[in-house]
């Protein structure tokens, strides 16, 4: 089954042309629907199935009678946004279709497979490093973490890159959280990773890509100067390709997303800020079971966060390794952050510092007592999901 055709992609090539397409990316679309007075916009992909997500609510584009700037404002904005998108998807087809993208192979990593970003700025070296994304770090069709390769510096010759890797941005965002970014574009087979492909010195081979709205940043640099996390090579806005992008008005790195709709804003609970790429570097895990002192180390972990006044927030077994020498790693830390012990009504009221539990918090989990949607992540948290941790298993 084909993904959705493009209108200009159906005028300009035909059908073979546009099953060439297929094989060599995820066939980006834009889709509005609506009906009566109300539009919305919507993205597609195509991966091995389907993708739609919603870039907008749906909006009403009738008239009203009074106290209609507003509305009409943020109307005028989304449709000269979708102008500007159609502009790039375009530029973005011709871009593929001249492309030397190897053909698609279910058993290999493939450009269609995983989302745009494909370099970042390293925290350490202040270099720009190309990487290429080996697999899905999780089986399931919402999976956002990936194991990927560095391949080289942005500014050196590296012949093993895609031409085309990424899928198209848009400066003037569709929504308030900023461009879409292809989140589920992936497939759950393992592929190989390339042993071959050039590394740079600075940094490890292999390294984790993830994308995420909230980010435990402080706490995520404080486990790893103490040995107990992953190196933090990056966090910020997802990078695209084209270094003039990648580059400030000065000619400077920048981290910032090109002209977000809105600016980052603070939240007492519900994050209103762009997708984040985090990067960090690849953790081999040792095999289980876990080390005798499994537990002992955990503890000490835990011990280090809450005396600082941090909690880690989802202390559940795929989030918590080994390597290769039995030494703990914390790696996800989504939730993380500062805890405060005031009162709830107190906090709620005038305090948006502390981390949270996230709206629609699963069900299928059992959490620690307390722990509930929007609701502060407290140390006792921690410990009492220390209690549903594998040792050993």
């Not at 009409?72 to 087809?93: G, P, Q, T, W």
């Not at 190989?192 to 984790?208: E, L």
Request: proline content about 9%; glycine content about 4%.
């Amino acid at each position: 089954m084909l993904p959705p055709k493009p209108s200009f992609l159906c005028g300009e090539y035909g059908p073979r042309k546009i099953a060439e397409f297929v094989k060599k990316c995820c066939c980006p679309t834009l889709i509005l629907a609506g009906g009566g007075p109300w539009l919305t916009v919507l993205g597609g992909v195509f991966t091995d199935k389907l993708i739609v997500q919603r870039l907008t609510d749906m909006m009403w584009i009738g008239h009203s009678s009074t106290h209609d700037e507003p509305r009409v404002y943020r109307l005028a904005r989304v449709l000269v946004a979708l102008r500007n998108s159609l502009h790039r998807l375009r530029d973005y087809y011709t871009k593929t279709f001249a492309s030397n993208i190897p053909a698609f192979d279910v058993s290999l990593p493939h450009p269609r497979n995983y989302p745009y970003p494909t370099s970042f700025i390293d925290s350490k070296s202040g270099k720009t490093l190309r990487f290429k994304y080996v697999r899905a770090l999780e089986n399931d069709a919402r999976c956002v973490t990936y194991q990927a390769k560095i391949q080289s510096s942005v500014d050196s010759p590296d012949t093993n890159a895609s031409t085309v890797n990424y899928a198209p941005t848009d400066d003037d965002a569709l929504t308030d959280n900023n461009a879409p970014t292809d989140n589920d574009a992936l497939t759950n087979d393992d592929a190989p990773t390339d042993n071959d492909a050039p590394t740079d010195n600075d940094a490890p081979a292999d390294i984790v890509v993830k994308f995420v709205a909230r980010y435990g940043r402080d706490v995520h640099e404080f486990l790893a100067r103490e040995n107990h996390a992953p190196a933090l090579r990056y966090f910020g806005a997802p990078l695209i390709q084209d270094k003039k992008d990648i580059l400030g008005n000065d000619g400077q790195l920048s981290t910032k997303a090109p002209n977000p709709l809105n600016p980052e804003q603070p939240s007492l609970a519900l994050p209103l800020c762009p997708m984040k790429m985090v990067v960090m570097d690849y953790v081999s895990p040792h095999a289980r079971p876990w080390p005798q002192n499994a537990r002992e180390q955990i503890i000490k972990v835990l011990n280090k966060l809450h005396n600082r006044e941090y909690v880690f927030g989802d202390l559940r077994p795929p989030n918590v390794l080994f390597d290769q020498s039995n030494e703990v790693k914390f790696i996800d830390f989504d939730w993380s952050g500062s805890y405060k012990p005031s009162p709830l009504d107190k906090a709620l009221q005038t305090d948006s510092d502390y981390t949270y539990y996230p709206l629609n918090l699963s069900k299928s989990i059992s959490w620690a007592d307390g722990a509930d949607d929007l609701l502060p992540i407290l140390p006792e948290h921690d410990l009492e999901m220390l209690q549903n941790l594998p040792f050993g298993e």
